[in-house]
């Protein structure tokens, strides 16, 4: 006799992932339980730091393109339902040296999809924004389809939109086993097991513990951030300062920035930087800042951004799940029944969270999507 199910779908963790996940299947109608480890909005994964970077001509693969415009409409469509101010748009450059590959990637993108962008020169950019040091080799790719957007408030809000659609969730509460099963999985917190239709996991860095056969090529490493105040800020507001990126020739060194927000100043943060993927285990959490992260990050700064004082006033740290070629796991695995598995996100995939809630409620709900994702398969290093 099979078990009747408690619930129709459970969705297990409340980061970015599943917190949208938890409200689009909510909005549906669908009877879904939402479970989270620890507090939403908290700063021992993934979604913390106050803000993250939105783009749409997506330099790591026109595929992308239409997920992050869906994305957009999907972000203002949570700010009408929440009454929060989530997104801001601030335009949005990726600065490196002329016809290098971090420059000609998102004009790759961008006229797939006819996207409007710029480019500057070392003096266009001089003049428009002069808080960027370049040097003459150097360029500027420009979209007005970037902001900011805010990530706490943004898995709060999402979670209360689903609680206020219907949904049920237990926040403090860690599941220790997902038992996959093509028509009832199960989901075990202490001694209770709930018997779902279908399981989303959205455990972040975790992943790599409650899927260990989905997660094991993926790479569990710590980052940093800082803040660094200005002599001058109304130069660093989001009004005259958009985000950027900014990267070497080999594209092995990058780093980006989000202008002042609410009142921080601006933020700085090495996305890729040769001999910084410490390995971290995501129960002990990634190691807090120490000199060596500030002095790395105030020298990037003195060199780059002259207007900063180079001292951070704030660092934080965090953890990237990175897969090897740094495209996202979105699916299913024949290994894994009755589950939908939402990971390795490799530290650029909160602008598409709202999407990706939709994508996985699809496909908790009718086993596909109409949104083109193959190149997310989880299967695909198998
Ligand atoms: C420093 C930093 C900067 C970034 N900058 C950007 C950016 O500018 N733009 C961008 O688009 N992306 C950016 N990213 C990437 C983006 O933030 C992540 O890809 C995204 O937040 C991942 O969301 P998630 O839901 O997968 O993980 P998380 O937000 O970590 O959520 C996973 C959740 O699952 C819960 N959980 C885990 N295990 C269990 C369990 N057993 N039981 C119950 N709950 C559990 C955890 O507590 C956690 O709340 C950045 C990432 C970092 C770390």
Request: negative net charge.
């Amino acid at each position: 006799m099979m078990s009747t199910p408690d619930v129709d779908v459970v969705v297990v963790g409340l980061g970015a992932m599943g917190s949208n996940t938890l409200m689009q299947l909510a909005r549906r109608q669908v009877k879904v339980l939402g479970i989270e480890q620890f507090e939403p909005g908290h700063s021992r994964g993934a979604s913390h730091g106050e803000t993250r970077i939105i783009r749409t001509a997506y330099a790591e693969g026109a595929a992308y393109v239409p997920l992050a415009q869906r994305a957009w409409q999907l972000w203002r469509e949570l700010e009408n339902l929440s009454g929060e101010r989530l997104l801001e748009k601030t335009g949005g450059l990726v600065i490196g040296p002329t016809g290098s590959a971090p420059v000609l990637a998102p004009i790759t993108s961008a006229t797939a999809h006819h996207l409007p962008y710029e480019l500057f020169d070392h003096d266009q950019m001089r003049k428009r924004y002069p808080q960027h040091r370049l040097d003459k080799q150097s360029a500027a790719f420009y979209e007005a389809d970037a902001g900011v957007l805010r990530p706490e408030k943004a898995v709060r809000a999402a979670i209360r939109v689903a609680e206020s659609s219907g949904a049920q969730v237990l926040t403090g509460t860690e599941v220790t086993e997902i038992i996959p099963d093509p028509e009832r999985p199960r989901v075990r917190i202490g001694h209770k097991e709930i018997v779902a239709r279908h399981v989303v996991v959205a455990a972040g860095a975790w992943l790599t513990r409650l899927t260990p056969a989905a997660m094991s090529t993926v790479k569990v490493v710590r980052r940093v951030f800082g803040w660094f105040e200005s002599d001058h800020p109304a130069d660093y507001t989001i009004e005259r300062f958009p985000v950027f990126i900014r990267a070497d020739a080999t594209d092995t060194h990058v780093w980006y920035g989000i202008p002042s927000v609410d009142g921080s100043p601006v933020k700085v943060a090495i996305h890729f930087w040769p001999g910084l993927d410490e390995p971290v285990d995501p129960t002990a959490g990634a190691r807090p800042p120490d000199n060596h992260d500030a002095d790395l990050i105030a020298e990037i700064v003195e060199q780059t951004l002259p207007g900063l004082r180079p001292r951070p006033v704030k660092l934080q740290s965090c953890m990237y799940s990175l897969t090897p070629d740094q495209h996202f796991l979105v699916g299913s695995r024949a290994d894994l029944p009755g589950l939908t598995v939402l990971g390795g996100f490799s530290g650029h995939g909160f602008k598409f969270s709202t999407a990706i809630g939709e994508i996985a409620a699809d496909l908790a709900t009718q086993g596909k999507t109409s949104w083109e994702i193959a190149f997310l398969d989880p299967e695909r290093f198998a």
